[in-house]
């Protein structure tokens, strides 16, 4: 593999000038007392109850994820080229869901195989020809970016549909305003807290036209969901109902609530329940976590779902290998955040690199997440390998490869002490009917174990607080 | 507010209430237990400890008879068992999964008070406490709960959330006091024991003391421990805040605040007030006359019937 870079300092030890006041300070504080703050932080995550929950795991109904106490830094004018590249790949992604449930231009211009849309799992044929308000379908995404060197950063993965942790990007920052207040007075960390007025906003501008204040509403699967304690959170901050499918019934295609006053009609629901289960007369019909009719009432215009139905069109990671044409094909620009270079499967010729190649890459199913159903060539051993091969022959159509990426490190503390661990980022855009609002900042996901490049909280990564300077 | 949020929110302080009272009930089985034999330590307090939990069937179907209860059997029943819905740990589970489900309700104290109980409820080993480690362990549990209701009362905006908790919080003590009286009056006190003996004052003493009322006691009647004072304490004195008197106070209270925000009365305010009347209107002899076990039991109904109606009228 080749060299990874590391955010704070290079190989001969010359640190970057964005950590130079972090570094100092990590250098002079003792090991005891960084154990004893990530102690700290550990038992307010507990007693606040900040977990989650891992499926199938025995006992693990609430988990902690490792929260690491050293923040991860990233510059004013970083973040700028960041946050221009983001808003403009979700541009285009809302525009291609729009075309791929509307006129399907991108198909018939061939940018895209029909069958990436007609085959993929999560196509709602429910949603052909449908107007969604405001022409708006991914109102909420996570962009997942890793960084090779000091001027790359790449998309590695879009999270059209629900995706989460901006709770602990949240929570994240007040436990480190709490343990380190020295710290912040000695850098300009750009704050992260307006997250919930932006998202408020966002969610209020995205109600179907109606002359009323808009009824905002969160919909979660329940307290059994692995994601149960940041819908309860968001809905906490931002002073909306937490709903249930239970607590919602739909009459003459118009959702209402049931409170201990009566019924209370519905204007947008931020849903944090996949497509299958939002409506047992639509989708699934075992579903008990949905509301029966709910797909009628948002057919009728009269209530708006957040995201929309059928985003995840985009956000598997065939079409993602086609961002960077989509982009160029619906806002004639040329991306500004590159993609990781990636193989389809799918073709003859890139199936056939990958074969010869496995040691080297990291095989992913185009449908997988949390680091579930991956290969890392590097790390596996040859049965591992074979198996995989196997299955590439069996669907290649099933999987992307690609090459093992230097994913930069940052300083994190382990038990060994303060080590480089290797990071990501998921930065969250939100697009309303008015403007598009990211806060400066996301989810930096930290790899804890040495080497290992899987950093998602299911499979033992851990978080840590992510700083933009101001300036 | 959403129906499943004051009915969670309802649950919630009735079970936290209700793990109280049952440390409660321990804790006064555990002192008579103490007694010397002359005393009637060889009573069945720790069968009366059952059939004041209201859970003797459940009791009965796993370990035997009431008579024969062991001090063993009864605390790992009422205080650990996951089988016994209504056992100590169930109710803190409960509360504490109620609670997570309308996080976004509570204050960040009334949150911190019931999770934090959760986790220090699950250091306590599961069976065969000492002596040491039961009287610790109903303490941890009377404190956690003193901490809830603290938070509730210190944190809570006044508003129809707070009125829901505060209602669950009285119900469920009105019904808690009733039996804790009833069971005195018909189970406790064996037949040759006479009436104002030594242990019928003991045992009256304890239940003063299972509602932390001995001083209270003491205060109003400059007397020593009769029953029918103990039972006018307990029913009728608006003063004594776990009376049936005062919960209903409370409970009218509470209900009247809900409908005034509401701007619509309804069948739990008319029984809440009904009952309350009665409490007001009645003197203890009046109690006496109809028979106390009977006026209790008929009071236990009639708070039944007012939380199927809270139920129908908000929380479904």
Known sequence: MRRTFDEMSSDDGVVRPAYDTLSKWLSTVP?????????????????????????????SQERLIPFDIVPRIITHDEWTGLAKGLEQRTKALNLYINDVYGKRDVLRAGIIPEDLVYQNPAFRPEMNGQKVPH????????????????????????????????????????????????????????????????????????A????????VAILTPGIYNSAYYEHSFLADKLGVDLVEGRDLFVKDNVVYMRTTEGPKRVDVIYRRLDDDFLDPLAFRPDSVLGVPGLMSAYHAGNVTLTNAVGTGVADDKAVYSYMPDIIRFYLGEEPILPNVPTWRCREPDHLKYVLDHLPELVVKEVHGSGGYGMLVGPKADKAQIEVFRNKLKHDPANFIAQPTLALSTCPTLVEEGVAPRHVDLRPFILTGSDKVRIVPGGLTRVAMKEGSLVVNSSQGGGTKDTWVLDV | MLSR????????????????CLARILDVAQRLSYQPVSYGGSTNEWGSAILTAGCSELFVAKHGALEEATEDAVVSFLAFDAENPASIRNCVE????????????????MWDAINGAWIELRAFPDKA???????????????????????????????????????????ERADNTARILDVKYHVLLPEKERVGGPLDYFQWASILRSVSALTAFHWVYRDSVKPWLVADLLILNRAMPRSLASCYENLTRSLDDIAGAYGRQGPAQRLARATQAKLTNHSIDDVFQTGLHEFISEFISENNRLGAAINEQYLT
């Open chain 1, 31 to 59: 090991h005891d007392v960084l154990n004893q703050r990530r102690k700290e932080a550990e038992y307010i995550f507990r007693r606040i109850g900040i977990t989650f929950a891992v499926y199938g795991e025995q006992n």
């Open chain 2, 94 to 109: 409960m509360a504490r999964t109620n609670a997570r489900s309308v996080r976004t309700a509570l204050t960040s104290d």
């Open chain 2, 5 to 20: 949020t004051a009915d969670n929110i309802y649950w919630l302080t009735r079970y936290v209430e209700r793990a109280d």
């Open chain 1, 208 to 215: 179907p036209h109606r002359s009323h204040e808009p009824n």
């Open chain 1, 135 to 206: 022409d708006i379908y991914v109102h909420i995404a996570g962009i997942d970016i890793v960084r090779t060197d000091p001027s790359t950063f790449y998309v590695l993965e879009d999270n059209a549909r629900t995706p989460s942790g901006v709770s602990y990007m949240l929570e994240n920052r007040e436990i480190m305003l709490r343990l380190f207040p020295e710290l912040f007075s000695m850098h300009k960390v750009a704050p992260v807290d307006k997250y919930a007025d932006d998202l408020l906003a966002t969610l209020r501008s995205l």
């Open chain 2, 129 to 171: 406490l000492s002596r040491e480690e039961l009287t610790r362990f109903l303490a941890f549990v009377k404190e956690a709960t003193l901490r809830f209701d603290g938070a509730m009362y210190r944190s809570m905006l006044r508003n129809d959330a707070y009125w829901f908790a505060r209602t669950g919080t009285h119900v």
